[in-house]
């Protein structure tokens, strides 16, 4: 069993509409989760991250998290095109981090 | 946050030579990691490389293979030797900060990556 599982998608939305990204994970060290934006033919970049359960909004971004259930979700509320990207999940005991596979998000205009 | 630069960013390489793949921080960072992604696949540990000590490698990566370098705190490469065409993908270096207010967090940050392909 992997550490970290995330549907790979590819998930397409039309403009404005509501994104939920989810992820499951089987570690119940995992301290803090992470959600990271991958556009093409570039490296990851953080958006966000939550220490163990509960909620974190940021902009149009809400990161949940509910450790009884080992589940993460990241919503995207008044999508964008530009929010086109790939989105991984990732979780962390200690130094090390464990990512999901990525889910390939298409907003279209 | 940290600014990461890595070189090349992209190379055509043939059969059995090596690659060397730089990445310069501009924040001293004690942890770097380096990464692989091939399409459609998570990201893949390969190795992590602190400074002042040897590379720690992954289960399926060896030295020989990857060596890796680690001179200071701002700079580490990554060397692909032998190459074959199942090298062929993204290769990451990642240093992980201690970042905002939360020092218990150690944020890991991604260079732009080096996108290799191997004929």
């Known amino acids: 069993q992997k550490e970290v599982e995330q549907d790979p998608g590819p998930l397409s939305v039309p403009e404005g509409a509501i994104v939920s990204l989810n992820c499951t994970y089987s570690n119940s060290a995992f301290q803090y989760f992470m959600w990271y934006r991958q556009y093409s033919r570039k490296g990851p970049e953080l958006l966000m991250y939550t220490y163990s359960s509960g909620n974190k909004e940021d902009g149009r971004f809400t990161a949940q998290v509910d450790k009884s259930s080992k589940y993460i979700s990241l919503f995207i509320r008044d999508s964008q095109p530009s929010d086109s990207a790939t989105y991984l999940c990732?979780?962390?005991?200690?130094?090390?981090?464990?990512f999901g596979t990525g889910t390939s998000l298409t907003v279209i205009p | 946050s940290a600014v990461i630069s890595q070189k090349p960013s992209r190379d055509i390489c043939q059969r059995g030579t090596s690659l060397t793949i730089q990445c310069q921080v501009d924040s001293q960072v004690t942890m770097m990691f380096w990464y692989r992604q091939q399409p459609g696949q998570s990201l893949t540990l390969i190795a992590t490389a602190n400074q002042g000590s040897e590379a720690t490698y992954e289960s399926g990566f060896v030295i020989d293979k990857f060596p890796i370098s680690r001179p200071n705190l701002t700079f580490s490469t990554l060397t692909v030797s032998n190459m074959s065409p199942e090298d062929s993908s993204i290769y990451l270096c990642?240093?992980?900060?201690?970042?905002?207010?939360?020092?218990?967090?150690?944020?890991?940050?991604f260079g732009p990556g080096t996108r290799l392909t191997v004929l």
């Open positions: 990732a979780m962390s005991a200690g130094n090390q981090f464990y």
């Open positions: 990642s240093p992980q900060l201690t970042s905002g207010p939360d020092t218990a967090y150690n944020e890991q940050f």
